[in-house]
């Protein structure tokens, strides 16, 4: 994967703004906005329509796309995101259209969709769960995707990552240490300031359910020596552009459904993270330990029976 492929949306950008991204060191404010102005970029690259000035109707039209898979206050996020993208590059006022009165409209009626809809969270992935779709995965007749699919699953379980960030894993972001994987967390929901997190994933006992050695074994495999780790890979085992969020929840629908579970629309991407909490706290795990691993900041979130000694896939 060229490096152009995997950056083509900025090259959208005014030059001003390309600058403003290639920093390797920016404002706090720039920081915060870019992984939603990036997120948008993406969209409008895919699907064709003018990103700046982008119509007040294409921005709506991904906001409630945004909508289907995130809460209002990640609506809102990327609609000031998207807000900001503008105004640096000179639309100001009424020119931005973050002012009109249908985005306004928009993301009122989302916020008042998620009030009055019941909240359906995904279902946990369970160890053995796990070991049975990384089994599907070394099975996989296109080769390249069930080691990729490993790598991703195994790694998103054990880290306990948003699928955000597990979609966003770059080669300059980890290193293998003796004790087994670090991965460096730059940017994510909870930290808006990029303060960074490192995430230290320990060698399994099983080789098979390793995330060491299914991230070993897919970057041998992919040969990719530098930026987005996770990417697509087609029905002929090419491997194409970083994968999306999304891309993550889709893979574990789609592992799922492969094992045959009735239930397979009841899991997502968060069912990684969540299955990794639930795990580790009826294993004994401390909530502090967790908390660490997971990034989490409220206790509240992980409030779970504790109990029994550490699991090992």
Same mark, same amino acid.
């Given at each position: 994967?060229?490096?152009?492929?995997?950056?083509?949306?900025?090259?959208?950008?005014?030059?001003?703004?390309?600058?403003?991204?290639?920093?390797?060191?920016?404002?706090?404010?720039?920081?915060?906005?870019?992984?939603?102005?990036?997120?948008?970029?993406?969209?409008?690259?895919?699907?064709?329509?003018?990103?700046?000035?982008?119509?007040?109707?294409?921005?709506?039209?991904?906001?409630?796309?945004?909508?289907?898979?995130?809460?209002?206050?990640?609506?809102?996020?990327?609609?000031?995101?998207?807000?900001?993208? +503008?105004? =640096?590059?000179?639309?100001?006022?009424?020119?931005?259209?973050?002012? #009109?009165? %249908?985005?306004?409209?928009? &993301? /009122?009626?989302?916020?008042?969709?998620?009030?009055?809809?019941?909240?359906?969270?995904?279902?946990?992935?369970?160890?053995?769960?796990?070991?049975?779709?990384?089994?599907?995965?070394?099975?996989?007749?296109?080769?390249?995707?069930?080691?990729?699919?490993?790598?991703?699953?195994?790694?998103?379980?054990?880290?306990?990552?948003?699928?955000?960030?597990?979609?966003?894993?770059?080669?300059?972001?980890?290193?293998?240490?003796?004790?087994?994987?670090?991965?460096?967390?730059?940017?994510?929901?909870?930290?808006?300031?990029?303060?960074?997190?490192?995430?230290?994933?320990? +060698?399994? =006992?099983?080789?098979?359910?390793?995330?060491?050695?299914?991230?070993? #074994?897919? %970057?041998?495999?992919?040969? &990719? /020596?530098?930026?987005?780790?996770?990417?697509?890979?087609?029905?002929?085992?090419?491997?194409?552009?970083?994968?999306?969020?999304?891309?993550?929840?889709?893979?574990?629908?789609?592992?799922?459904?492969?094992?045959?579970?009735?239930?397979?629309?009841?899991?997502?991407?968060?069912?990684?993270?969540?299955?990794?909490?639930?795990?580790?706290?009826?294993?004994?795990?401390?909530?502090?330990?967790?908390?660490?691993?997971?990034?989490?900041?409220?206790?509240?979130?992980?409030?779970?029976?504790?109990?029994?000694?550490?699991?090992?896939?």
């Amino acid at each position: 994967m060229s490096d152009y492929e995997e950056r083509e949306w900025l090259e959208k950008l005014p030059q001003d703004l390309q600058d403003l991204f290639n920093l390797s060191h920016a404002k706090n404010t720039n920081i915060a906005y870019k992984g939603d102005i990036e997120d948008f970029m993406k969209w409008a690259l895919k699907r064709g329509v003018e990103s700046i000035p982008c119509s007040p109707l294409h921005f709506a039209e991904y906001l409630v796309e945004c909508s289907k898979v995130s809460k209002v206050n990640t609506v809102k996020r990327r609609a000031s995101g998207v807000s900001y993208l +503008h105004r =640096q590059s000179g639309y100001l006022g009424k020119d931005n259209p973050r002012e #009109d009165p %249908l985005i306004k409209e928009t &993301i /009122r009626l989302i916020a008042r969709r998620e009030r009055e809809t019941p909240i359906k969270k995904s279902k946990e992935l369970t160890p053995e769960l796990i070991r049975a779709i990384v089994t599907l995965c070394k099975e996989d007749e296109n080769t390249v995707k069930g080691v990729r699919d490993r790598a991703l699953i195994l790694i998103g379980f054990s880290s306990a990552m948003r699928r955000s960030n597990l979609s966003k894993i770059k080669i300059e972001d980890i290193d293998f240490v003796i004790q087994g994987l670090e991965i460096n967390i730059p940017f994510s929901k909870t930290d808006q300031q990029g303060q960074g997190h490192v995430c230290r994933l320990a +060698h399994g =006992q099983v080789p098979a359910t390793c995330p060491v050695t299914a991230m070993r #074994d897919w %970057l041998l495999l992919s040969d &990719i /020596r530098d930026g987005f780790i996770f990417c697509a890979v087609n029905k002929s085992g090419k491997i194409g552009t970083v994968l999306s969020g999304q891309a993550v929840w889709r893979i574990v629908k789609a592992r799922l459904k492969e094992l045959g579970r009735a239930d397979w629309d009841d899991f997502g991407g968060h069912s990684l993270r969540s299955g990794f909490a639930s795990t580790a706290a009826e294993n004994g795990a401390s909530i502090q330990a967790i908390k660490s691993q997971g990034g989490w900041k409220r206790d509240a979130t992980l409030r779970k029976k504790q109990k029994g000694q550490s699991y090992n896939l």
